[in-house]
Every structure is written in structure tokens, then in C-alpha cells.
């Protein structure tokens, strides 16, 4: 039985901070690409970040880039996000997920990619 946990979620102002966490049961991220996903209210889901937990390589999307940060802690088992200067617009449920890693050095970014997901979490900015 795999299960991904996410955790942080919740209201922050503009320009505010928050920090997301993704925990695994059943599996190690160790063979692992673990990325992040929103969906915000009538729209398609968006990828976020990822990162490839075997040397630590990170891709961002555009949106988020130079604002989030994804990291790993190998001993716990965890993937977190790290969300700062926050804006309206990153208002999303968001989600964790992971594949199987391949040799394949290009990040997968469509969320049919991603097998394992998480339930999500609200992340809410206000104006």
C-alpha cells in the first residue's frame, strides 16, 4: 500500500511564505522523480516542480521559478516545497506525486505521467 501525505497547506497573505511537505509510506523516494501539481477551481491541473531524488536535480515551471524551491531530505523520506513571495494566483489545491525513474534525464511534466499522488492540500493566498 503506497501512500503520499501532504501537509502545509493553508491561508497566507501576499507576499507571505509556506512551506509544503510530502511524505511516503510503502515506498522510498530513493528510485523515485517526486513532483508537485496545483488546481485551482475550473482549471487544468498544473505541474509545479520536481525533483529526481538520486543526485537532486530540480525542474521548475516558468510560473514558480526563482519563488519556489523543491528539496529533499533522505533521511526522512520527505519532499517539501518551499513557496515564498507568494501571490493571489498561486491559489491551488496542491498535490504530490511520483514515477519510477528511468535513464531518461527529461523531467515528465503531464500529471498521467505521475502514478502515485497525494490527496492534496489548500493553499490559499489572499490580496
Known amino acids: 500500500q503506497v501512500q503520499l501525505v501532504e501537509s502545509g497547506g493553508g491561508l497566507v497573505q501576499a507576499g507571505g511564505s509556506l512551506r509544503l511537505s510530502c511524505a511516503a509510506s510503502?515506498?522510498?523516494?530513493?528510485?523515485?522523480?517526486v513532483g508537485w501539481f496545483r488546481q485551482a477551481p475550473g482549471k487544468e491541473r498544473e505541474f509545479v516542480a520536481a525533483?529526481?531524488?538520486?543526485?537532486?536535480?530540480?525542474y521548475y515551471a516558468d510560473s514558480v521559478k526563482g519563488r519556489f524551491t523543491i528539496s529533499r531530505d533522505n533521511a526522512k523520506n520527505i519532499v517539501y516545497l518551499q513557496m515564498n513571495s507568494l501571490k493571489p494566483e498561486d491559489t491551488a489545491v496542491y498535490y504530490c506525486?511520483?514515477?519510477?525513474?528511468?535513464?531518461?534525464?527529461?523531467?515528465?511534466?503531464?500529471?498521467?505521467?505521475?502514478?502515485?499522488w497525494g490527496q492534496g492540500t489548500q493553499v490559499t493566498v489572499s490580496s
Open positions: 506525486a511520483a514515477y519510477l525513474s528511468g535513464a531518461s534525464l527529461r523531467f515528465r511534466i503531464r500529471s498521467d505521467e505521475y502514478r502515485y
Open positions: 510503502g515506498l522510498s523516494f530513493s528510485t523515485y522523480v
Open positions: 525533483i529526481r531524488w538520486i543526485g537532486g536535480s530540480t
